[in-house]
C-alpha cells in the first residue's frame, strides 16, 4: 500500500473564519494568496485546492492508494482558546464527512483544542472511535506554549493510553516576526519549530512518561537528526532525570520524507533505519510523486516500506 | 596529519572583561563557570581552560597536530560597537602570541570589530599579514543585525579580495530569550543561527558578489543541509532572492566548507553526499567538547576521503 502521510486538507470555512479573525487581511502571494496579520504571513492557499477532488485526482495521478489528512497551519491555535472547541468540532466533523465513503482513499488527522486542554480530552473522545479518523495532526507549538508544556499532561496520557498516532506539524515559530525576510520564518522558521518542540518533548521525558503512541515527525525530522550528537551531549547536563540518551527516544519517532533531498533522506535512513521513515509529500503546497523515495539506492522491502507499508501498519490502514 | 578547524582558545582577558560587563555575573554551571547577563546564559568556561599549554596538552592526547584557534562566543560583538575595536586587538594580539609560542602546533582564526565597520576593516589589515593568521572567524550575527546586511558589503569585497578564508560560528541567537530551558538557546538555537546566518548570505547575494573566498560553516551546517529542497525551491521562488542569486541555492551552499562537528556519522555522510569529499573539514569544538573521532573512524569511507576530511583540505585552504 502507498501512503501519503503529510497532506493537508483545505477548508474554505476554516479560511473564511479565520479571514474573520481580527487583525487579519487577504492579500495575493506566490501560491495564490496568503492571510496575514501584523505583517507576518499566516497561511497560503490557492482557490483551486478548495476543488474536493483535486487531491483524489492528484493521488489517482501519481499512484498513491491512500492519504492522511490534517489541518495546514496555522491549525486551530489561531483562534482564541475559547473558541477553538467549536471551531474544531466543525472542522473536525467536515474532515472526517470528507473522508467517509472513501476511507480506502482518504482518512482523517484531525486537531485537537490545545489553547482549552480540558476541551481537548473532549474531542479526542469524541472523534477517537471514527473509523474515517487514523490519528491526530499536533502543532509544534500551541499558541507560543510548548507542547512539553506541564498543562498539556493529561492529554498525553490520554494519547497514549489510547495508542494514537500524532503527526507532528510545524507552524511558525514564536520569533517569527523576525525571520520575515525571503519567507524565512516558513522555510527555515518552520523546520526548526519542529526541531524545538522534539527536543523539549524528549528532554522533558514526555516520551519517557508515554512511550505507547507513534510520534511522526514532519519534514524529516527539521535538523533532529542531525543534531542527535549534541543532543547526546547535552542529556547528562541539562536533562539529568532522563532515563536514556536523547538519541533513543528520537529514534524511536517516526519521519516523514519531506526533506525530499536524497542526501537527507539517506541521513535519516542511516540514523534510524527504513522501517521509521514514512512517505509525504506536503500537498498541496508542493508538488511531488514517488521519485524522491525510489530514486534512493535502497533495496526494494525499505522503499515499500517507506512507501506506506509501516504507514499502513502504525495507523492501521489495511 | 591531522588539522583541527574548529577550536577556541580561552583568553582570560576576554572573560574578564566580558565579566565587567554591566548585569553580568559569574556562577557555577555544568562546564564550571557560566557568565549570565540578566539571566541569559552568555557562555561557559572552565578555568582549567585557561591554563597555559592546556590547548597542546588536549591536542597531543586528542592526536591533533595543527589546530586553528579562534574566539569562542559571545565574541567580540558582546561588546558596545566603539568598545570592540580595542578588546579585539587585544584578543587578536594575543591569539597571535600563543601561536608564535607553538609555530608548528597553532594557526590563528582572527576576529574582526563588526560593530563597527571601518574599525573591522582597519584590523583586518592590520592582521592579514601576520603569518599566524591563516583566516578569520565570524559570528553569525553581528548584535541581531545578520552577517548579509549591506553595512558589511566593504568587508566581504576586502575578504574576498584577499581571498581570505571565513569560519562561520553560531552565537546565542537573538531569539534565544525563550529557550533557556535545558540550555537550548546553546544547544540548538546555535545550529538554527547558523542555518538563518547561511541562508541569507546565499539568498542575499554575498557569495554571488564575492566567490573566491572559502566559507566554513560550523557545526556541519547546523541542519541546513537538510533544508536544502525547500531552500531550494521557495528561492527559486521568491522574487527578491532570484534577483541576487544567478544559480540555484544548492550551488552556493556546495561551494561552501562544513567542519565535522555534528560528530555524528549519518550526518558526515551527509555533507560528502552533499558537498564532496573536498568540502569537509575535521574539527573538535575545543574546549567545550572532549569526544574520541570514533564516530569518524568507524565510517566506511576511503582512505582519500578520510585523510582530505581530517588534513588535506585545511592543508589547501588555510595553507598550512
Avoid at chain 1, 48 to 76: C, Q, T
Avoid at chain 1, 122 to 146: F, H, K, M, Q, T
Avoid at chain 2, 174 to 179: C, E, I, K, L, R
Amino acid at each position: 500500500m502507498r501512503v501519503d502521510v503529510h497532506a493537508h486538507i483545505m477548508s474554505r470555512d476554516f479560511h473564511e473564519a479565520m479571514a474573520k479573525l481580527p487583525g487579519m487581511i487577504k492579500r495575493p502571494n506566490l501560491w495564490g494568496f496568503e492571510l496575514a496579520r501584523d505583517g507576518k504571513h499566516i497561511a497560503s492557499c490557492n482557490e483551486a485546492w478548495f476543488d474536493r477532488d483535486h487531491p483524489i485526482r492528484e493521488m489517482d495521478r501519481k499512484g498513491f492508494d491512500m492519504r492522511l489528512v490534517s489541518l495546514a497551519p496555522p491549525n486551530l491555535y489561531i483562534f482564541p482558546p475559547e473558541q477553538q472547541p467549536e471551531v474544531a468540532r466543525w472542522v473536525n466533523d467536515e474532515t472526517i464527512a470528507y473522508c467517509k465513503g472513501r476511507i480506502d482513499r482518504l482518512r482523517a488527522l484531525p486537531s485537537l483544542p490545545l489553547g482549552d486542554p480540558a476541551a481537548a480530552l473532549i474531542e479526542l473522545d469524541r472523534i477517537a472511535g471514527a473509523p474515517e479518523v487514523a490519528g491526530v495532526a499536533i502543532g509544534s507549538n500551541v499558541s507560543g506554549v510548548p507542547l512539553s508544556d506541564e498543562r498539556f499532561e493529561p492529554v498525553w496520557a490520554k494519547i497514549n493510553a489510547l495508542k494514537m498516532p500524532v503527526v507532528e506539524h510545524p507552524l511558525h515559530p514564536t520569533f517569527a516576526g523576525d525571520i520575515q525576510d525571503r519567507n524565512l520564518s516558513v522555510v527555515l522558521g518552520f523546520w526548526f519549530d519542529t526541531q524545538l518542540c522534539v527536543t523539549r518533548l524528549i528532554l522533558n521525558g514526555v516520551f519517557e512518561r508515554y512511550p505507547d503512541f507513534p510520534f511522526i515527525v514532519a519534514h524529516t525530522g527539521g535538523g533532529v537528526i542531525s543534531a542527535i550528537d549534541r543532543l547526546d551531549w547535552a542529556t547528562p547536563r541539562w536533562a539529568k532525570n532522563l532515563k536514556q540518551p536523547a538519541s533513543f527516544y528520537a529514534k524511536r519517532l517516526y519521519y516523514d520524507t519531506c526533506a525530499v533531498y536524497a542526501p537527507t533522506l539517506m541521513e535519516a535512513h542511516n540514523a534510524i533505519g527504513a522501517g521509521h521513515l514514512m512517505f509525504g509529500t506536503d500537498y498541496p503546497y508542493i508538488d511531488i510523486d514517488f521519485a524522491h523515495v525510489s530514486d534512493l539506492p535502497l533495496a526494494g522491502a525499505e522503499k515499500a516500506a517507506i512507501n506506506g507499508d509501516t504507514a499502513a501498519k502504525v495507523f492501521k490502514l489495511a | 596529519m591531522k588539522i583541527d578547524v574548529h577550536a577556541h582558545l580561552t583568553s582570560r582577558t576576554f572573560h574578564e572583561a566580558i565579566e565587567a560587563l554591566p548585569g553580568v555575573v559569574s556562577r557555577p554551571n555544568q562546564y564550571g563557570r557560566g557568565l549570565y547577563r540578566n539571566g541569559k546564559y552568555v557562555v561557559s568556561f572552565d578555568d582549567a581552560w585557561m591554563e597555559r599549554d592546556h590547548v597542546i596538552r588536549q591536542m597531543d592526547a586528542q592526536g591533533v597536530d595543527i589546530r586553528l584557534i579562534c574566539l569562542a562566543p559571545p565574541h567580540v560583538y558582546i561588546f558596545d560597537p566603539d568598545k570592540q575595536d580595542g578588546v579585539t586587538r587585544r584578543v587578536n594580539d594575543e591569539m597571535i602570541a600563543e601561536a608564535r609560542l607553538h609555530p608548528d602546533r597553532l594557526r590563528v582564526l582572527a576576529s574582526l570589530p563588526l560593530g563597527d565597520v571601518e574599525a573591522a576593516l582597519k584590523e583586518l589589515g592590520r592582521i592579514a599579514s601576520a603569518k599566524e593568521v591563516v583566516g578569520l572567524t565570524i559570528g553569525s550575527h553581528i548584535s541581531t543585525v545578520p552577517i548579509s546586511d549591506p553595512r558589511f558589503e566593504p568587508v566581504w569585497a576586502r575578504i574576498n579580495a584577499l581571498k581570505m578564508p571565513v569560519l562561520e560560528h553560531p552565537l546565542n541567537p537573538y531569539f534565544a530569550d525563550g529557550m533557556q530551558d535545558f540550555n537550548l538557546g546553546l544547544m540548538i538555537g546555535y545550529l538554527f543561527d547558523t542555518q538563518l546566518c547561511v541562508a541569507r548570505m546565499i539568498l542575499n547575494g554575498v557569495f554571488e558578489r564575492y566567490p573566491d573566498f572559502p566559507f566554513i560553516v560550523a557545526h556541519t551546517g547546523g541542519g541546513i543541509l537538510g533544508v536544502m529542497h525547500r531552500l531550494d525551491n521557495s528561492s527559486a521562488r521568491t522574487p527578491e532572492a532570484k534577483a541576487n542569486m544567478k544559480k540555484s541555492f544548492a550551488t552556493y551552499a556546495k561551494n561552501l566548507y562544513y567542519d565535522s562537528c555534528a560528530r555524528y556519522a549519518p550526518t558526515i555522510a551527509h555533507a560528502l553526499d552533499f558537498a564532496g569529499a573536498d568540502h569537509v573539514m575535521y574539527g573538535t569544538d575545543y574546549p567545550y567538547v572532549y569526544v574520541d573521532d570514533s564516530y569518524l573512524k568507524n565510517m566506511d569511507i576511503p582512505a582519500s576521503t578520510r585523510a582530505a576530511i581530517e588534513c588535506g583540505n585545511a592543508q589547501r585552504l588555510f595553507k598550512l
